[in-house]
């Protein structure tokens, strides 16, 4: 199939599409311009694309030309997406749309002095959009182009050599084939965990195990044991607000700061022995307050 061979459904040939009435920049009126016929919409687009060029953007006339443009090409889309039927219904309708992407980027940047197929100029646009869009959403965890690439690559080397050798290959016979290093491709290997994922709501063991009708998410993790502090965190909030500015400073340098007896008795100007005093008898009114709330 070839893209000169893209329509299909119902067309309407030129006479039928458009009126004789001149509307910007001498063009005719495009009654259905989804409808016309593909042979006669590469006619037509060639005349659309010569007024493209004189028009000023912004202007009505522009609008009406460049709207033309996509509706009249809007089969080229629909027979790229052909080659895509097999990811099923569900994603057409995404398809097409991107497809479409494909298509205004390529209207917008065609030129007609290349003399060029417009066809033969918007297909690579065309499907570029529609494989971005599976290279960006197929992945259930995004990695880096690079990555996706050369899982493809591993995927067909291990193809190759598992036949080749009657064996599956190692890391080293790998990295021999696609002449890269046995790091690239212990990276690529890992990076294709990333490809699918299963939901943590799924059984996690069969018959007969001892996680049995258990998901996943009930066989993993396990509890924090900073949980049981926050009781004590809320029961010492107010205690902390009873305390004077000098206590509470004393324990901001020693429990949040971590510096030593010495260095905070160097920063208040008194002993270390003093300090530690003084942080014993804030601790035990702190305890003794706690034990009184509890």
Partial sequence: MTASSYGTGTTTGPAQAFRGVPVAGGLPFVEEAGKV?????????????????????????YAYARNTLIEMN??????????????GPEESEDILQVGTIGLIKAIDRFDLSREVEFTTFAVPYIVGEMKRFFRDTSWAVHVP???????????????????????????AELA???????????????????????SIDLPAGGDGSDDAGR???????A???????????????????????????????????????????????????????????????????MLTEQ
């Fill in 37 to 61: 016929a593909p042979k006669d919409a590469r006619e037509l687009s060639k005349l659309f694309f010569d007024a493209l060029g004189s028009l000023e953007e912004g202007t009505a006339g």
């Fill in 74 to 87: 809007m089969s080229l889309v629909r027979f790229c997406a052909r080659r895509f039927r097999g990811r």
């Fill in 145 to 171: 182009r690079r990555l996706q690439e050369l899982r493809v690559e591993l995927a067909k080397a291990r193809d190759h050599l598992t036949a080749v050798l009657d064996a599956p290959p190692s890391v």
């Fill in 176 to 198: 021999a084939y696609l002449e890269i290093t046995e790091a690239d491709v212990i990276e690529g290997l890992v990076a294709s965990n990333g490809y699918t994922a299963g």
């Fill in 215 to 221: 998901s996943y998410a009930e066989t993993i993790g």
């Fill in 223 to 289: 509890a924090d044991p900073a949980m049981e502090l926050i009781e004590d965190f809320q029961a010492l909030a107010p205690l902390l607000g009873r305390l004077d500015d000098r206590e509470r400073h004393i324990l901001r340098l020693r429990f949040g700061q971590e510096m030593t007896q010495a260095a905070i008795g160097e920063e208040l100007g008194c002993s270390q022995m003093h300090v530690s005093r003084l942080i014993s008898r804030t601790l035990a009114k702190l305890r003794a307050g």
